[in-house]
């Protein structure tokens, strides 16, 4: 046998055997999708097809080099070098420079994203327009436009007012003016030669519509189009394959619609689901043996998702016996929670278990904050997967910076030099190195920011405010020193309100309700120390707690359950399964019951789960998952009817964020 086919089992053998065709394979979680995909087109090379004329498509960067590294070992390096292998993005911008001139431009340039171009831009399209930023805050200007664009949805079209009305739940007027917006955002863009991230896909689409012997050059040069991860294209990703397989006919789509879980930027599962309709005559097969979790971690699996519609009547078995699926119960705070999974792993590791045997998945960011200092005061080596170290984020550092400077106002140290723009009072580096110059022994911060000399009006204006608010902040935390009723944490509020921080965020940052929630879970918390050095000291111990963790391979894996999709560990603990955490109360309960399913279908040998009843001072009950997964008795009837309805718990944006 073929050294690409050696260890695939008759069911995988099956797929990539079947060379030809429309072909949608759905693959449970632990199939060895990846694998069948590789093998598939390692298959088609074998047979003498050209690297040049197969087309792959993964749905990030990473993985992309994961199948360019695998293909690399099954057919040689410089097949592989051939392949197309690559994001839809990357893909279809190449195309988008191949055919330049047929947009009307001699050059295209993508807005610089992490240096604001696309902010700027929408702002100064809000200012010609005469509209309140304050209204329609840029960050979600550019969600909406994002979302309407995945939706293949010009500015002009009835059915993009009605898309930002029922799915968005704008009013009428609201969405009116975004779609002004939007409309003048496009012409700006064209008027300037830029494209954005999404016009990657849209232009690309919009360029094939309107030049089809420019689609038809594409899609006989690929004749053979494989995509991983089908369920979570969008609409315009959906049509660009269409066309591109409109010639040979040829599709290997690898999909899940159950690990669909990214419909908040535009996916959609429903896609897969009526894949005969997009895509007539297309072949379905299944890959239903999972090969890493035991069997009663893929029965508990089944048995939550079935309460979602099963269309495809998707299952699966595993040939490996055993598995644990296993509710610790309720306890008081995140932090009793964490406790409880840090003196577990702790004794496992003890016992001779590896680090990286076992992941702690949340399901938001800021739920990253209990179990990270508990790996940390027990000197358990971990890693948080696609984040920073919760004290480390932009947000709490700010804050902390705030802090340090009321309890030591030292004009010239670095908290200072941290806040004196946080958020944004327009003073910039000139206006700081002017500052700096005025400060000596005869002249205080306070009478420098009140009579400092300055060169532009804007920074006389900007230093006032600053005093005023640093005399604010500093003036209450001199009275926590004093009343043992006031709190750090009081004083963390009154900086947030004092400088509006909370209000920055909603107007800056398209990641506002994260950094909100880090905010929150920050300030609920730090009642535990007497003052800013405690703290501060605190602090210092868990970051370097993580510093000497990067110092080893081996470590636990921290990581919310989005960032944790296609990974596996022996041992899974899923932290939060409260109505309000998971399901999120901000989520789709289908999605959220797909994001439940990721998480305890990563785990291989055990998963434990366990639930907060007190989060931020808000009483939340068990999950109704846990109730699903068969894990808990029914809850009394009231109760069940509240959750049929979707009212059960009682978190709300408000509650998480500023209780």
């Given at each position: 046998?073929l050294?690409?086919?050696?260890?695939?089992?008759?069911?995988q053998?099956?797929?990539?055997?079947d060379?030809s065709g429309?072909r949608?394979?759905?693959?449970?979680?632990?199939?060895g999708k990846?694998?069948?995909?590789v093998?598939?087109?390692?298959?088609?090379?074998?047979?003498?097809?050209h690297p040049?004329s197969?087309?792959?498509?993964?749905?990030t960067?990473?993985?992309a080099?994961e199948?360019?590294?695998?293909l690399r070992?099954?057919?040689g390096a410089?097949?592989?070098s051939?392949?197309?292998?690559?994001?839809m993005?990357?893909?279809?911008?190449r195309?988008?420079r191949?055919?330049v001139?047929?947009?009307g431009r001699?050059s295209?340039?993508?807005?610089?994203e992490?240096?604001a171009?696309?902010?700027q831009?929408?702002?100064?399209?809000?200012?010609?327009l005469?509209?309140?930023?304050?209204?329609?805050?840029?960050?979600?200007?550019?969600?909406?436009?994002?979302?309407?664009?995945?939706e293949?949805l010009?500015?002009q079209?009835?059915?993009?007012?009605?898309?930002?009305?029922?799915?968005?739940?704008?009013?009428?007027?609201?969405?009116?003016?975004?779609?002004?917006?939007?409309?003048?955002y496009?012409?700006?863009k064209?008027e300037?030669?830029?494209?954005?991230f999404d016009?990657?896909?849209?232009?690309?689409?919009?360029?094939?519509r309107?030049?089809?012997?420019?689609t038809r050059?594409y899609?006989?040069?690929w004749?053979y189009?494989f995509?991983d991860e089908t369920h979570?294209?969008n609409?315009?990703?959906?049509?660009?394959?269409?066309?591109?397989?409109?010639v040979?006919?040829n599709?290997?789509?690898v999909f899940?619609?159950?690990?669909?879980?990214y419909r908040?930027?535009g996916?959609?599962?429903?896609?897969?689901?009526?894949h005969?309709?997009?895509?007539?005559g297309?072949k379905?097969?299944?890959?239903?043996?999972?090969f890493?979790?035991?069997?009663?971690?893929?029965?508990?699996?089944?048995k939550?998702i079935?309460?979602?519609?099963?269309?495809?009547?998707?299952?699966?078995?595993?040939k490996?016996?055993g598995?644990?699926v296993?509710?610790?119960?309720?306890?008081?705070?995140?932090?009793q929670?964490?406790?409880?999974?840090?003196?577990?792993?702790e004794?496992r590791?003890?016992a001779?278990?590896?680090p990286?045997?076992?992941?702690i998945?949340?399901r938001?960011n800021a739920q990253s904050?209990?179990?990270?200092?508990q790996m940390?005061?027990?000197?358990l080596?971990?890693r948080?997967?696609?984040?920073?170290?919760?004290?480390?984020?932009?947000?709490?550092?700010?804050?902390?910076?705030?802090?340090?400077?009321?309890?030591h106002p030292?004009?010239?140290?670095?908290?200072?030099?941290r806040?004196?723009?946080?958020?944004?009072k327009?003073?910039g580096?000139?206006?700081?190195?002017e500052?700096?110059?005025?400060?000596d022994?005869s002249?205080?911060?306070?009478?420098?920011?009140?009579?400092?000399?300055?060169?532009?009006g804007?920074?006389?204006?900007?230093?006032?405010?600053l005093r005023?608010?640093l005399?604010?902040?500093?003036?209450f935390?001199?009275?926590?020193l004093?009343?043992?009723?006031?709190t750090?944490g009081?004083?963390?509020?009154r900086?947030?309100?004092?400088?509006?921080?909370?209000?920055?965020c909603?107007?800056?940052?398209?990641?506002?309700?994260?950094?909100l929630?880090n905010l929150?879970?920050f300030?609920?918390?730090i009642?535990?120390f007497?003052?800013t050095d405690?703290?501060?000291a605190?602090?210092?111990?868990?970051?370097?707690?993580?510093?000497?963790?990067e110092k080893?391979e081996?470590?636990?894996t921290?990581?919310t359950?989005?960032?944790a999709?296609?990974?596996e560990?022996?041992?899974?603990?899923?932290?939060g399964m409260s109505?309000?955490?998971?399901?999120?109360?901000l989520?789709d309960?289908?999605?959220?019951?797909?994001?439940a399913?990721v998480?305890i279908?990563?785990?291989e040998?055990?998963?434990?789960?366990?639930?907060?009843?007190?989060?931020?001072?808000?009483?939340?009950?068990?999950s109704?998952?846990?109730?699903?997964?068969g894990?808990?008795?029914?809850?009394?009837?009231?109760?069940?009817d509240a959750?049929?309805?979707?009212?059960?718990?009682v978190l709300?944006e408000d509650?998480?964020?500023?209780?």
């Open positions: 046998m050294d690409h086919l050696i260890g695939l089992s008759e069911e053998l099956s797929v990539v055997k060379k429309l949608f394979i759905v693959a449970c979680p632990g199939g990846t694998r069948v995909l093998s598939a087109v390692a298959e088609l090379i074998q047979d003498g097809i040049t197969i087309l792959a498509f993964t749905f960067k990473a993985a080099e199948m360019i590294s695998r070992e099954m057919v410089t097949k592989a051939l392949l197309n292998v690559g994001t993005h990357s893909i279809f911008f195309v988008l191949e055919q001139n047929l947009l001699s295209i340039r993508v807005l610089d992490r240096r171009e696309n902010k831009m929408l702002r100064r399209i809000l200012k010609t005469n509209i309140s930023e304050e209204a329609f805050p840029v960050p979600d200007q550019i969600k909406n436009i994002g979302r309407l664009k995945n293949g010009k500015p079209d009835d059915e993009a007012l009605d898309f930002l009305v029922q799915e968005k739940g704008l009013p009428p007027t609201v969405a009116q003016t975004t779609l002004q917006i939007f409309e003048a496009e012409l700006a064209f300037e030669g830029v494209i954005d016009d990657m896909l849209t232009l690309t689409l919009d360029l094939f309107a030049y089809p012997k420019v050059r899609a006989e040069s004749k189009v995509v979570d294209i609409p315009v990703q959906n049509a660009l394959i269409q066309l591109l397989v409109s040979h006919h599709l290997f789509a899940d619609p159950n690990q669909s879980i908040f930027r996916a959609h599962p429903d896609i897969v689901l009526n005969a309709t997009h895509f007539p297309a379905l097969k299944k890959l239903t043996q999972n890493r979790s035991g069997q009663s971690i893929v029965d508990r699996c089944y939550l079935h309460h979602n519609p099963d269309p495809l009547e998707i299952t699966a078995t595993s490996k016996e598995g644990l296993e509710w610790w119960g309720c306890f008081d705070s995140t932090d929670e964490a406790i409880r999974v840090g003196q577990f792993i004794e590791i003890h001779g278990q590896r990286r045997d076992f992941f998945l949340f938001t904050r209990a179990p990270e200092e940390a005061s027990r000197a080596p971990y948080l997967l696609g984040l920073s170290s919760f004290y480390s984020r932009r947000e709490i550092r700010d804050i902390l910076a705030y802090l340090e400077f009321a309890a030292e004009p010239l140290s670095d908290a200072f030099e806040i004196y723009n946080r958020p944004n327009f003073l580096k000139a206006w700081y190195a500052f700096c110059s005025q400060i022994a002249h205080s911060w306070e009478q420098v920011l009140l009579n400092g000399r300055w060169s532009k804007f920074m006389k204006r900007g230093a006032m405010e005023r608010q005399k604010d902040i500093i003036t935390y001199n009275r926590k004093l009343d043992p009723a006031i750090l009081d004083v963390a509020r900086v947030v309100g004092v400088v509006g921080y909370e209000d920055w909603r107007k800056e940052d398209e990641d506002n309700l994260d950094r929630e929150q879970e300030i609920s918390t009642d535990r007497d003052d405690k703290l501060l605190y602090i210092s111990a868990v970051t370097d707690s993580l510093r000497k963790s080893t081996d470590k636990v921290l990581s359950i989005h960032k999709k296609g990974l560990a022996k041992i899974v603990f899923i932290l109505d309000g955490l998971l399901p999120h109360f989520g309960l289908e999605e959220e019951r797909r994001l399913f998480a279908s990563r785990g040998e055990e998963v434990y789960l366990s639930t907060p009843t007190n989060y931020r001072n808000n009483l939340l009950e068990p109704r998952f846990l109730l699903e997964l894990l808990i008795e029914p809850q009394p009837e009231e109760l069940e959750r049929s309805n979707g009212s059960a718990g709300s509650s998480v964020l500023y209780s």
